[in-house]
């Protein structure tokens, strides 16, 4: 019944794409360039101080779905804490940010509606799109002119256009300001996700959507991830009143899933006032982010030009992508290895994330530890 996953498992082995689970230990002198903890924040004691309270008080988790016995006041609090800070109406906290975009996206479409993706967009984005039975059309990589034929040519249909902000893999910022005008011309509705971009891109880490001035747009939404920059874990969609109270009513990741644990949104809240309190830490993020990029340039490797904290170095093959990161984690430095199916483009890569409790030194051992390793790996593209 089964053999065919062994043929499966054996093609993907020789092609270098086979994947394992690797167990992340509680203390590590490790140099960790792979998570995403852009702000430094997960080990934050006053972030998991809070998670820890909460657990004590509410319990370790939610026991059911929001709409039954999982929705505490700390969600709510969360919820009203996220549509401040990123100048919202309204938000909605769900388990993870993946739920998120699949709720947000199944519910706002559906047969008869129109959707135009971006080609770059996040897995949890291209599942909703699919979930979603509409008729997706795959624009481009912020291609704003097939972005704009795909919805004069859609009749009268309700249409989404969907994208990244920040886009996961390289890390470039989508054109949000010229989608959302290209959207209006043709009275469509445009769904953003933000994971990326909230707590590190724009005024005090408010994320992309803030910084293009569309924060309060009657016809934009924005989804965030609680796990990235804010160190917790869920996720959240943000956006008008009507959009929110309509996603209560029909999302069915929101309906059907048990809700957010109490302490993961404690934890959040708490980043949430740090970021407040500490906005200086967007801003480093970012100068890692610019120093990782140019050092590692400079030493011959194709890298990609950062907009937020995502920096990636091109690699010559899946097995050199692969045999490279294993070369840096020896060495001490834990970088994420990109390869198919998880690359749009098809081509390996080492993902570095940048955060800001990073030191010079750390820097510097980063981009030594790359740059000896990525030799042997064949990786450099022109001489130093």
């Known amino acids: ?49 809070a998670a820890a309270a909460a657990s004590l008080r509410w319990g370790a988790g939610s026991t059911g779905s929001r709409l039954v016995t999982g929705s505490t006041e700390l969600h709510t609090e969360l919820e009203y804490e996220l549509a401040n800070f990123c100048g919202a109406q309204s938000a909605l906290v769900f388990s993870s940010g993946y739920a998120a975009n699949l709720g947000a996206l199944t519910a706002l479409t559906g047969p008869g509606t129109a959707i135009v993706a971006d080609q770059h967009i996040h897995a949890s984005l291209i599942d909703g799109c699919r979930l979603s039975k509409a008729d997706v059309v795959v624009a481009g990589h912020c291609d704003l002119p097939k972005v704009a034929h795909a919805l004069s040519t859609r009749g009268k249909r309700r249409a989404l256009v969907v994208t990244d902000s920040v886009f996961s893999v390289d890390g470039d910022l989508a054109p949000l300001a010229e989608l959302a005008a290209t959207c209006r011309e043709h009275d469509a509705a445009l769904v953003v996700d933000d994971a990326h971009g909230l707590g590190v891109v724009g005024e005090g880490g408010r994320g992309a959507v803030h910084a293009a001035g569309l924060a309060k747009s009657p016809d934009v939404v924005t989804t965030v991830t609680l796990s990235k920059a804010l160190g917790a874990q869920g996720g959240a969609v943000l956006g ?66 950062p907009a937020a904290a995502v920096v990636s170095v091109l690699a010559p093959s899946p097995e050199a992508a692969f045999g490279w990161a294993e070369a840096c984690r020896a060495q001490g430095v834990v970088v994420g290895c990109f390869r198919p199916p998880s690359v749009p483009d098809q081509i390996s890569r080492l993902r570095l994330t940048a955060r800001a409790d990073l030191t010079e030194a750390d820097v510097e051992r980063a981009v030594r530890v790359i740059t000896e390793t990525g030799a042997s790996a064949g990786a450099v593209s022109r001489p130093r």
């Open 240 to 305: 008008p009143s009507r959009v929110i109270r309509h996603l209560v009513d029909t999302a069915r990741t929101f309906i059907f899933d048990t809700g957010l644990a109490p302490s993961s949104a404690a934890a959040a809240l708490a980043a949430l006032k740090v970021l407040r309190e500490e906005p200086e830490r967007p801003a480093r993020a970012l100068e890692v982010a610019a120093e990782l990029a140019n050092r590692l340039r400079e030493n011959g490797f194709r890298v990609s030009t």
């Open 1 to 49: 019944m089964f053999d065919w996953i062994d043929t499966r498992a054996e093609a993907r082995a020789k092609a270098g794409l086979a994947r394992r689970v690797r167990p992340r230990p509680a203390t590590s002198t490790d140099l960790d360039l792979a998570g995403n903890d852009y702000l430094g924040l997960a080990r934050d004691k006053r972030v998991t101080g």
